[in-house]
């Protein structure tokens, strides 16, 4: 193990005692874990954010103010009609899985079982105005971020795009005890970020070969993390 990352973990560790929270913890993986440490990534809807733009020495209110800065530009982004095949396929997607979310006249094509080409002329720019608005502001489990398979550009690679951030997503398969990408926005930069979506959650992932700023995002991350924890989380009713 190289000594910087011993250094790492004994500076979180650092973090985790000093907030006396048991849950402000990075976790080894117990498979896989020659490839990557998880770092709690603060839990308030805007973990994406926190995980993909996160910098050394950046406070969390800090952060708090680029993230909203970054979903008023998501939204715009869609409003001026990029990526509009890929924003009513994840609207379509919605209405697969409830169709009670879809327009009268959509549900209709629906229960007849209609397919996606059938439907998508009835998508119009209305929907997809009240759709985006979900990711102008965080209001909760509608407003998260949505990653998906490489053919799609999702919000979370347009984003990454947005950001200038080279960035791979992985979900995690318990039963085969293997990270498997999900999806990426890459170039030829050796600074990748990685980013494990588990159960509509984000967290920052970070190799045992991270370079020394990578390692103080996150230890900044896992800092903001337990900020919130410690003092606004417990403060809501």
Not at 32 to 41: A, G, H, N, V, Y
Not at 95 to 124: M, S, V, W
Not at 203 to 228: F, V
Request: charged content about 25%; aromatic content about 10%; overall charge neutral.
């Amino acid at each position: 193990m190289r000594i910087q990352h011993l250094l790492f973990i004994f500076s979180v560790s650092y973090w985790i005692i000093g907030c006396g929270h048991s849950e402000s913890k990075i976790s080894l993986a117990k498979d896989e874990s020659d490839l990557f440490s998880r770092i709690q990534t603060t839990p308030d809807g805007d973990c994406f954010f926190h995980a993909l733009i996160t910098e050394p020495e950046e406070e969390f209110n800090d952060v708090k103010k680029r993230i909203t800065e970054l979903r008023e530009r998501l939204y715009q982004h869609y409003l001026q009609g990029n990526n509009r095949e890929d924003i009513v396929n994840l609207i379509y997607e919605e209405y697969i899985g409830n169709h009670d979310c879809a327009p009268k006249h959509i549900r209709t094509l629906l229960n007849e079982n209609q397919p996606l080409e059938t439907i998508k002329p009835f998508i119009t720019d209305y929907e997809i105005e009240r759709y985006v608005s979900r990711y102008r502001q965080n209001r909760g489990v509608k407003s998260y971020i949505p990653a998906r398979q490489d053919d799609l550009e999702c919000p979370a690679k347009i984003l990454a795009k947005m950001t200038q951030t080279p960035v791979i997503i992985y979900t995690y398969n318990k039963s085969k005890q293997k990270y498997d990408i999900l999806t990426r926005a890459i170039n030829e930069s050796e600074n990748i970020v990685h980013i494990l979506l588990d159960g509509g959650h984000y967290t920052r992932l970070i190799t045992k070969t991270a370079s020394q700023h990578q390692l103080q995002q996150a230890i900044q991350i896992s800092k903001n993390s337990n900020y919130y924890i410690n003092n606004i989380k417990t403060s809501k009713p």
